[in-house]
């Protein structure tokens, strides 16, 4: 009976044993309550900052776009100036075109004059020839002339000299026989006759040749003077022509000069015109070709920046994909934890009917057996010990398996932080060394066509001052050359005129000699008294004297006037020259306002260019440096939430780890689900028993009806080992396997075991079923350790086992075997 007291007394402390789980559950589903919300306020927080970073992301992109949009705004405007500037440097080629048309025609039209002149100088050259080709002609007729006068006179003279010779030969051969007397009276009659009319005609030929020699002298007089009148007249007006000549060449020669250093100062004004307009060209070039490098550098950039976001968004993408695989692994425990407390509510409930119908059980077995209670509560010691030491292999495996699991995530936690620090570091070296290698090619691009360029600059100078050279040699041999050409026809003029002259003067001192050729003859006439000849010699003296003065003053006249004609085509050759350098004046002055004004175009022009490119230097300047401080804060950016999520992730690892310290400490003062798990499959097992148990005890009833009252003890103590008064009814278990899912029961062997036990029973009725019982052994020490229970079960139920059990029973046997004293303290009787 104390046995009995004892033993409710542990039922007593066993129905309060179940209290302590109920707390538990209680508190574990309050805790995982707070842990479900505090992990979806984290993950709300998540979302809060994911969708942060989206607006981010998305105002990023927005500002980006409007960076581009005005980028290309402003490379349109850029462009559109420049086509502007490009147009109106073809306007400025084409006026220069125009100009240089200009020139080449009024060049043209130089050359034709200068042809034109020379063409007259042919003229007017091959027209001297002509003139004194005739007048050597004439000159040469009256010589010959002359010479046949002189002939015919000289003949004349001679057959008068036959004559007068024949006469006095007739006179001396006549008659002798006449008389002397008569003779010589008619002879002096004659003679004084004939003196007196030589005296008359020697008074005559006197009075003649003083009229002649007067009228000569007059002549020659007046010839003289005319001459020397015109010579100083031609003189004078030679004078006159070469100084008005040496005054037009010096005049022309400074304008000339004037004209060449005006002509210089606008060929160089134009050159450097070329030249600026060729800078303004090269630097319009370069700087359209700098914009678009410019805009070749922003796309590279903007790729680069679109590439970045796209290697950002992958991020993203796998920051969102790592935090929906740690949502789902949160839902995951999540779902666990709610079945896990589903669990515990359901072995709460399990255990609180267990609890009742354990009471109930107590309350019949007490009624019924009230000495085998000693038996029952050592094998519910057995089943408690087994129940311990599998909750204690359970409570140590599965931290160690949060552990491992830590130490994996935080292991590969690690290695995707070095991985994406590894990635950053790499991304930050590419760009750098890709900025760097793109700066550097930029910079040997634009050396190599400034070169390329100051080389085809200085070629083009070159060339132009080599032709504008040429052009200058050119005009200054044409000047020297019309010079020249000039100052020969005014030498072959004056040459000309010189020897009309001389033979003017050759013509009167031919005239002279003739004279004197035809007074010597008459003065033979006189010696000879031929008074006819003398008068035929004086009308031919008178008519060659008239005839060389008329032909005196005709060759006189003939070369004033070819002079005066001369030189009216002369000052009208020189007042077409004047008007033609006039025209040219007037074209060189446009040229020159020409040029000036487009001077000043190209002056405004580079100033505007200037300013252009000083805004454009700054613009650029200032976006690279927006787009570098853009750059660096987005990569600071990406840098802190990268920090800031590997802070975050080390705060959720170190917070889980507490968790599970906090659960493993938990966990080893008070029971798990898995254990609750463990228990329930226990619980199978003790519903099994309580069925064997069951069909002993009819077994046993039957047996009392046919065995004296003296064996009770023997058949009680020989069943002790096997009811379990705290286990669960049959109607219990089946509600319990339709609650739990994951248990497995199976009893396969237990219909053949009572076939044999029943087998048993007919064949052997009159044989005690409990003489081989390990109770009624005597043979047996008594204290030596008995077999244990369960294999007595392994032998009854040799397939019965439950995946979740072998486990369990591999976790007992370490502890079985360091505790063998639990088994010797319940064998032992």
């Known amino acids: 009976m104390a046995s009995g007291k004892n033993q409710h007394a542990m039922y007593n402390g066993s129905k309060h044993s179940p209290v302590p789980s109920q707390e538990y559950t209680h508190e574990l589903h309050g ?42 705004n402003q490379t349109k405007e850029k462009v559109l100036q420049y086509e502007n500037m490009l147009e109106e440097e073809k306007n400025l080629r084409l006026q220069i075109q125009t100009l240089e048309e200009a020139l080449e025609k009024n060049n043209v039209i130089k050359e034709q004059s200068l042809a034109d002149l020379v063409l007259y100088k042919k003229q007017s050259e091959e027209r001297e020839l002509k003139t004194q080709c005739e007048q050597a002609e004439r000159m040469a007729a009256l010589s010959k002339e002359m010479l046949s006068m002189k002939t015919d006179y000289e003949n004349r003279l001679q057959q008068l000299t036959e004559e007068a010779d024949f006469l006095r030969q007739e006179r ?13 009276e008619k002879l002096k009659k004659e003679i004084q006759v004939l003196s007196k009319e030589i005296e008359n005609q020697k008074t005559q030929n006197r009075k003649l040749t003083e009229d002649y020699t007067a009228k000569t002298s007059k002549l020659h007089s007046n010839y003289i003077k005319e001459k020397e009148n015109l010579r100083k007249a031609l003189q004078q007006s030679v004078t006159e022509m070469i100084k008005q000549l040496q005054q037009k060449e010096q005049e022309q020669r400074k304008g000339s000069q004037a004209k060449e250093l005006a002509t210089q100062q606008e060929l160089q004004q134009l050159k450097e015109d070329l030249e600026a307009k060729e800078l303004e060209i090269l630097e319009a070039k370069q700087h359209s070709h700098k914009m678009k490098d410019m805009v070749q550098d922003l796309e590279a950039q903007l790729r680069q920046k679109e590439e970045e976001l796209a290697e950002s968004r992958s991020i993203q993408t796998n920051a969102t ?15 666990e934890i709610q079945k896990q407390t589903e669990q515990m509510k359901s072995i709460s409930c399990a255990h609180k009917a267990a609890l009742t119908e354990l009471t109930e059980l107590k309350s019949q077995i007490d009624q019924q057996q009230q000495k085998p209670t000693r038996k029952s509560t050592g094998s519910k010691r057995d089943s408690g010990d087994i129940v311990n030491s599998k909750q204690y292999s359970r409570e140590h495996s599965v931290p160690r398996q949060h552990k491992e699991d830590i130490s994996k995530t935080k292991r590969q936690k690690e290695t995707e932080t070095k991985h994406l620090k590894e990635q950053l570091v790499k991304s930050r070296e590419d760009l750098a060394k890709n900025h760097a290698a793109e700066i550097k090619s930029i910079q040997t691009s634009m050396e190599g066509e400034k070169r390329r360029l100051q080389k085809d600059h200085e070629m083009h100078i070159e060339e132009l001052k080599k032709k504008n050279e040429y052009e200058i040699k050119q005009l200054v041999e044409e000047r020297d050359a019309l010079y020249a050409k000039l100052q020969d026809s005014i030498c072959k003029q004056n040459k000309a005129f010189l020897q009309q002259c001389e033979s003017s003067s050759s013509v009167n001192t031919e005239n ?7 007074r010597n003859p008459e003065e033979k006439r006189c010696e000879c008294d031929c008074h006819s000849y003398q008068a035929s010699s004086s009308e031919i003296s008178r008519e060659v004297s008239e005839n060389a003065s008329g032909q005196k003053e005709e060759n006189s006249q003939i070369p004033l006037k070819k002079l005066v004609s001369k030189l009216e085509k002369f000052e009208k050759e020189m007042s077409r020259l004047e008007q033609e350098n006039a025209v040219l004046r007037g074209s060189v002055e446009l040229l020159s306002k020409e040029v000036t004004l487009s001077q000043q175009e190209a002056m405004e022009l580079n100033e505007e260019q200037t300013r252009h490119q000083e805004e454009l230097k700054l613009k650029q300047k200032m976006e690279l440096e927006i787009l570098r401080q853009s750059h660096q804060k987005e990569m600071q950016a990406m840098v802190s939430k990268f920090s800031n999520a590997q802070s975050f992730l080390q705060s959720k690892v170190v917070a889980l780890e507490a968790e599970l310290k906090d659960i493993e400490d938990k966990g080893k003062k008070l029971p798990r689900p898995e254990d609750l798990h463990v228990i329930n499959c226990l619980q199978d097992k003790l519903t099994d ?45 089946k ?33 005690n079923p409990m003489r081989n019982s390990p109770s009624l052994d005597h043979s047996a020490k008594p204290g030596y350790p008995f077999r244990q229970p369960a294999h007595l079960l392994d032998i009854i139920r040799p397939n019965r086992h439950s995946p979740c059990n072998v486990s369990s029973k591999a976790d007992t046997k370490d502890q079985e075997t360091k505790r063998p004293e639990w088994f010797t303290k319940y064998f032992s009787f």
């Open 735 to 767: 509600k319990k396997i339709g609650e739990t899912p994951t248990r497995v029961i199976s009893v396969p062997n237990l219909a053949a075991y009572e076939k044999t036990f029943s087998n048993n029973i007919t064949t052997k009725n009159t044989i």
């Open 321 to 335: 994909e790592e935090l929906s695989v740690a949502k789902q692994r949160l839902l995951k425990q999540e779902n």
């Open 172 to 184: 001396a051969s006549s008659d002798q026989e006449k008389s002397v007397e008569k003779l010589n």
């Open 31 to 72: 805790k995982m309550c707070k842990k479900i919300a505090q992990l979806t306020k984290v993950i709300y927080s998540l979302n809060l900052k994911i969708d942060e970073y989206e607006v981010n992301i998305l105002t990023l992109k927005e500002s980006h776009q409007n960076e581009i949009d005005l980028i290309s």
């Open 512 to 518: 002279g000699s003739l004279s004197t050729e035809l």
């Open 689 to 733: 028993k309580d069925q064997i148990i069951k069909h002993l005890l009819e077994i046993q009833n039957f047996t009392d009806d046919m065995m004296p009252i003296t064996q009770e003890t023997h058949r009680s103590q020989s069943f002790s080992c096997y009811p379990n008064a705290g286990s669960l009814t049959p109607t219990l278990k």
